[in-house]
């Protein structure tokens, strides 16, 4: 019989830290657009209000499951997963926003299945990874089936398309091969192979190519694909030292695109300051060190595994996201994860974090 204690308590902390600035800027920032799209500024804060009780209940329910319980059913969620992705593309059953097939609709809520696999994918990897730990040498045996699932469930995925999404899956993926052990030739091979994918998935779409050279100079085309970058850049630069004040933004009279959702990093840095901004960096850095710190001391390589790749997988998409907002990385679909407004992304990702705090009642 296992012996549970308390969850990690500095892990939750900053948990619940990272909602409590996400719950404060979705009102801050979504205010003015919610007063002029539904003549109720309130309106986000409402349904920011549904995802986080949502959240934190599937954060509760996850952190006391018996995960061995949960181990039987990787094979089924992860077919579920893919038929989620699949049915995206159906009409009358998948929901296109902004030119994108990444919704299922529910009467007035929608699902994104790209966050159903996140989770689905660190659950089957974990399961697989520690069932036989030494085929992880071999890439016949060990890589090459991993990498083939991985293959598929990029491929569903970047014909939604979202490319966000499926980076931050691969860069889990090679985070959790390498935790496992897997040779450097093997991981600079698949490093390689995997940029090359990149650049050529680029290649393929104009309008990728498009933010590329946004990004490289967004001043070339202020009005079309450097638009963003720029407002971006615009509302952290004003920010100072400790930013304009709570509720000041300027860019939040929808100046700036998904200043509730993607870029909400930017309102932080505009009303918050430069020492808001580098708050909630030390925040996830906090998280992950206490991630990676529970994968450590995880009473088995399942949970271990787990622990690693939920870790890797939150403060992947962070760093992404936060990238893009500061323009070090091109313009790409991706929230903030905790603190961009609700939705699937929130709820399946304090679903994730509970199974993380579930592991830390397992470590002394």
């Not at 071999?138 to 991985?150: E, N, Y």
């Not at 998935?201 to 990728?208: E, L, T, V």
């Not at 590329?212 to 630069?237: R, S």
């Not at 990238?323 to 903030?336: H, K, N």
């Amino acid at each position: 019989m296992r012996k549970y204690h308390r969850p990690d308590l500095v892990l939750l902390g900053a948990i619940l830290a990272l909602l409590a600035i996400g719950f404060i800027m979705v009102y801050s920032s979504s205010a003015v657009r919610g007063y002029i799209q539904y003549d109720d500024p309130y309106h986000y804060l409402k349904m920011e209000i549904l995802w986080v009780t949502m959240g934190l209940g599937a954060m509760f329910v996850s952190m006391v499951i018996d995960l061995r319980w949960v181990r039987r059913y990787a094979k089924p969620a992860l077919i579920m997963a893919i038929v989620l992705l699949i049915a995206v593309k159906i009409p009358g059953i998948g929901r296109r926003v902004n030119g994108a097939d990444r919704w299922i609709g529910l009467g007035p809520l929608s699902i994104q299945p790209s966050e159903v696999i996140k989770l689905s994918m660190v659950l089957i990897m974990s399961h697989v990874l520690a069932l036989n730990p030494h085929k992880i040498e071999s890439f016949r045996k060990g890589v090459l089936p991993i990498l083939g699932l991985m293959g598929v469930i990029a491929g569903l995925i970047m014909l939604q398309p979202d490319l966000g999404t499926t980076l931050v899956i691969a860069a889990t993926t090679f985070f959790m091969l390498i935790a496992a052990g897997a040779k450097t030739s093997h991981i600079m091979a698949l490093a390689g192979t995997g940029l090359g994918l990149v650049v050529a998935a680029i290649a393929a779409a104009p309008y990728r190519m498009r933010r590329i050279f946004a990004f490289l100079d967004p001043w070339a085309d202020p009005l079309g694909n450097g638009y963003q970058t720029i407002q971006a850049l615009l509302a952290l630069g004003p920010g100072g030292l400790f930013g304009l004040g709570l509720g000041q933004s300027r860019q939040k009279f929808l100046y700036l695109p998904e200043n509730h959702t993607d870029f909400i990093f930017a309102m932080i840095g505009e009303e918050l300051g430069f020492v808001g901004a580098s708050l909630v960096v030390l925040i996830f850095f906090l998280f992950a060190w206490r991630g990676f710190r529970v994968a450590m001391r995880a009473p088995d390589p399942f949970m271990g595994f787990l622990a690693v790749g939920l870790t890797a997988m939150v403060s992947i998409q962070a760093m992404i996201n936060m990238g893009v907002v500061s323009g070090v990385l091109p313009v790409t679909g991706i929230t903030l994860p905790f603190i961009s407004y609700g939705g699937t992304s929130l709820v399946f990702t304090m679903l994730g974090v509970g199974v993380l705090l579930n592991i830390s009642r397992e470590v002394r």
